[in-house]
């Protein structure tokens, strides 16, 4: 009688536990990006995707475990398995639409040219000859090669490194996100009372979340919790804490 006791006791216990373990979610980032995600004083990784992803999750019953992961190889990982989803400023677009999962967009950018104070450029035919940066497999880079004008292309690894060449005067601009752009622009200490906005592509993008392509009810929980966070206005909110708009 005893152990049937105990077992009545310990089996919903294990149950709940094993239930718990199964609601956390694995997620993947870049943190130089920011405000898309970025390292706080305390090295924690927060930002704008990062406060989404928590409100989805908060309101489907889910737990997200963030990790710090190079961009180089953030969709190797997720294809792989290494983690169950990217959530890192990711441009929506038919190459790698052909390879992973989206969420349904949550927000839409476009590709901003950076440029130091007292200099101008209307477009990227005023970059003829010059040194203009990006970070390294970007959608700010593809537009920057697909543009038709011979200037030198560099890639880095991380955003930030192109910002401070710029600012140092070791290249001319940097094209980034919109969102990404006014921040070093506007907010960014060190930064902002340097550089300024060159222009902006006509093109918008779209941003969402990514899995592998076997992920298929994942995607639908998290569409699930977009549309519920839109509904309530927490999108909005998240949206004017980071981005201002």
Request: hydrophobic fraction near 45%; include cysteine; aromatic fraction near 8%.
């Amino acid at each position: 009688m005893f152990r049937r006791f105990l077992l009545a006791i310990l089996l919903p216990a294990v149950m709940i536990s094993s239930a718990s373990a199964a609601e956390k979610i694995s997620v993947a980032c870049n943190p130089t990006w920011p405000p898309m995600e970025l390292l706080d004083d305390d090295k924690q990784i927060v930002g704008f995707d990062v406060d989404m992803i928590h409100a989805i999750c908060k309101e489907l019953g889910l737990e997200a475990e963030f990790r710090n992961v190079a961009w180089d190889g953030i969709f190797a990982g997720v294809a792989a398995g290494s983690y169950d989803l990217v959530a890192s400023g990711v441009t929506i677009t038919p190459e790698r639409e052909k390879a992973f999962l989206f969420t349904k967009p949550y927000y839409n950018v476009s590709q901003i040219v950076v440029l130091q104070n007292g200099k101008s450029a209307t477009g990227f035919e005023d970059l003829k000859g010059k040194k203009v940066g990006g970070q390294i497999g970007t959608t700010g880079i593809f537009v920057a090669q697909k543009c038709g004008v011979e200037f030198t292309l560099r890639e880095y690894d991380d955003v930030g490194l192109a910002m401070q060449d710029l600012v140092n005067g070791r290249i001319d601009a940097v094209v980034c996100d919109s969102p990404v752009a006014l921040y070093y622009a506007n907010k960014k200490e060190g930064f902002s009372d340097v550089l300024t906005i060159g222009f902006r592509t006509e093109a918008n993008e779209h941003l969402g979340f990514v899995a592998k392509k076997d992920r298929k009810d994942l995607i639908e929980k998290l569409n699930k919790g977009l549309d519920i966070i839109r509904e309530k206005g927490i999108e909005a909110q998240l949206v004017k804490k980071w981005l201002g708009d």
